[in-house]
């Protein structure tokens, strides 16, 4: 029995390895398609992307034709018409021998492409002659179309994939487009839709003899899904509009949904400007621009001290830990002593409770609230990390998970940061004080403060903000239907609330009041420090405010950021009550502020920084500048604090 066992295996095996391949090579042949087969020419069918709307049905992004040139090298006769071919395509030869030997590289064999995004005119006059030129042939797909000139930040633009796209993802050839930032690249599955393939065969004479197997393998493209986008479109440009000669961002946010409603970066550019032929001229430029950086997105990437509207969370934290109420009462005397040598300034003066300590904006209150919470714990690592996780709660210092390519995380310190700041301990309360006010360790973004605004507005709890509202046959991500609950009771916001609502009142806000609109808001100022010719300088302060509205049943939620724009009532503030009225009743009655906001220029700041007055700042900008709001401005990333801080100077009235 084991002598017939082993040469029984053997031809058991050999016969079903000789079944196989008479398979693979006989009756199935789909396994030619995938080699470099000279005999079959593959010819791919680029479908549409899909179009992409606003909230309520705006189409703001669609498609135009376009048409891509390609080669294959190998095929190039060498009596080709070079001049004539250069000429007819308006480049020369020397970007013709450039291409060629790019493609070359590629493969010798392969088709890529040669020139890309010709429009119907540039293509017209090659098309007539192009069978004098084998080697090269078209291939016809679609390029975005811009309804508007706005929300380039938001849509993001397309580009050709490189080698480590093609490695990573087999869909994609040489010379395919991919979405890059915006929704572009977080949708790009959804969008780019599935390409076709035709397979063509080929006689030994290199020429095309008809379909193989008769289109056996051949599919149709598959169009991309419709998005509709939680943007509204009229709100979005208003926002671009007030922005111009500024430089910074405004977040809005539907509290109940977390719906993002205006994502709004200044500087910014023409979307339209990133397609055809001179796209990647006009990306190198904007790229390249190292002091407006109008392809940062201030909005979801910028780091700020969030100031004054920080309080807000020191107070709730404070009386969630149960260290004061609402009668505790601190007294200010234009700031206080924490320490031998150590003074923080305020503008008030006078008895303060948690009420009039916010509409006021009191660095006294909240920075002795702070310490509380930080002393009512034996260790202050303990304490800190206890503080941190409250903040955390709110999404703070992490990033938030929204469907958008890039963002930042933010800082919140914990007990690991000041070890690490402070090896040898030592610290305490006093040490970190200025925390309480949004200065020290703290950083936020712009949707971060504008998702602080949401969460307090909803008294507790918020939705992961999104940009996405619907697709066309599919649903969105549960992550964005999930509710986030704080570690802050919820009987603990209505006071808080109120005193918001006075702020437009009575307090730092009451000129920015819009008649028959009840808005709950924060003024903030946050210090702002740069390093100039290596000395570290005091710039103008930042400028900062955060709202919802209306009080009861609110509909929207704001952050404001503008770069040294001075006090949180002198430029944020105005432009946060004129998005709400926008907003809620698609009109402006303040256009007292509308004039003052549209005016207001802070090219000269921004000019300070760049080491130029205002006049060399306006002479060296180009006449032909890709940016849609002119400005001169610095580098967006937001100066580093200092970790230790002895003293504090926040007199401003915030």
Not at 378 to 392: C, E, F, I, L, Y
Not at 406 to 419: A, E
């Amino acid at each position: 029995m084991r002598k017939v066992l082993l040469p029984s295996l053997i031809i058991i095996a050999a016969s079903l390895l000789v079944m196989r391949i008479f398979y693979l090579q006989i009756i199935d042949d789909s396994f030619k398609l995938k080699s470099e087969n000279n005999a079959i020419k593959k010819v791919y069918d680029y479908p549409e992307r899909g179009y992409i709307y606003d909230r309520n049905g705006k189409l703001l992004v669609a498609n135009q034709a376009s048409y891509d040139i390609m080669v294959i090298p190998r095929d190039i006769k060498e009596n080709l018409n070079i001049p004539e071919f250069c000429a007819l395509l308006n480049i020369t030869p020397e970007d013709y021998e450039k291409r060629v030997a790019k493609a070359k590289v590629y493969s010798p064999r392969l088709p890529s492409v040669f020139l890309s995004q010709l429009n119907k005119n540039e293509f017209a006059a090659f098309q007539e002659k192009i069978r004098k030129f084998e080697g090269f042939y078209f291939q016809k797909r679609s390029l975005r179309d811009y309804e508007v000139d706005y929300g380039a930040n938001i849509f993001g633009f397309i580009t050709q994939v490189n080698e480590r796209q093609i490695a990573k993802n087999p869909y994609y050839n040489s010379g395919d487009l991919i979405g890059k930032q915006g929704v572009e690249e977080s949708y790009e599955e959804i969008l780019r839709g599935i390409k076709g393939v035709k397979y063509i065969q080929k006689d030994k004479y290199n020429r095309e003899i008809g379909s193989y197997k008769e289109g056996k393998y051949d599919t149709i493209a598959v169009a991309g899904e419709d998005i509709n986008l939680t943007i509204d479109a009229e709100l979005q440009k208003y926002g671009e509009e007030l922005m111009i000669n500024k430089r910074g961002g405004i977040v809005a946010i539907e509290p109940k949904s977390g719906e993002i409603l205006a994502l709004v970066t200044a500087p910014s550019y023409d979307p339209g400007i990133l397609v055809g032929r001179q796209r990647s001229k006009n990306y190198t430029l904007l790229y390249h621009d190292s002091i407006a950086k109008p392809l940062y997105d201030r909005g979801l990437l910028a780091e700020y001290p969030p100031g004054s509207p920080f309080k807000i969370l020191t107070g709730l934290v404070a009386l969630q830990e149960g260290v004061v109420n609402e009668q505790t009462t601190f007294m200010c005397h234009h700031g206080f002593s924490y320490g031998r040598g150590r003074f923080m300034k305020c503008h008030g003066f006078g008895p303060h409770q948690l009420h009039n300590g916010i509409y006021n904006s009191c660095n006294t209150y909240f920075a002795q609230a702070y310490m509380l919470t930080i002393n009512k714990y034996a260790n202050p690592g303990k304490a800190v990390d206890v503080w941190s996780d409250h903040m955390r709660s709110f999404g703070l210092g992490q990033f938030m998970g929204y469907d958008l390519p890039t963002g930042k995380r933010g800082n919140i310190p914990n007990s690991k940061t000041y070890k690490r700041i402070y090896p040898n301990g030592g610290w305490r309360s006093t040490t970190i004080v200025s925390n309480a006010i949004g200065q020290g360790e703290v950083l936020m973004t712009p949707i971060q403060l504008a998702n602080m605004m949401a969460t307090v507005a909803n008294q507790g709890y918020y939705y992961t903000p999104h940009i996405i509202k619907k697709i066309e046959g599919e649903k969105i991500d549960s992550k964005f239907t999930t509710k986030h609950t704080t570690s802050i009771d919820q009987k603990y916001f209505p006071p808080v609330i109120s005193g918001l609502f006075d702020v437009y009142n009575k307090g730092t806000a009451h000129a920015l009041r819009v008649e028959g609109i009840d808005i709950c808001g924060k003024t903030g100022t946050a210090e702002n420090f740069a390093k100039i010719n290596g000395k570290r300088t005091q710039l103008k302060d930042h400028s900062i405010f955060v709202a919802f509205a209306p009080k009861d049943n609110p509909k929207i939620a704001i952050a404001i950021m503008i770069e040294n724009g001075g006090f949180g009532a002198t430029v944020a503030g105005p432009i946060a009550s004129l998005m709400i009225e926008k907003y809620l009743r698609k009109k402006i009655t303040r256009t007292d502020l509308e004039i003052r906001v549209l005016n207001k220029s802070l090219a000269s700041e921004y000019a300070k920084l760049g080491g130029m007055n205002e006049a060399s700042a306006i002479e060296s900008t180009p006449k032909d500048s890709l940016l849609k709001a002119k400005i001169i401005a610095p580098k967006a990333t937001a100066p580093k604090t200092e970790a230790k801080k002895t003293t504090i100077d926040t007199t401003k009235k915030n």
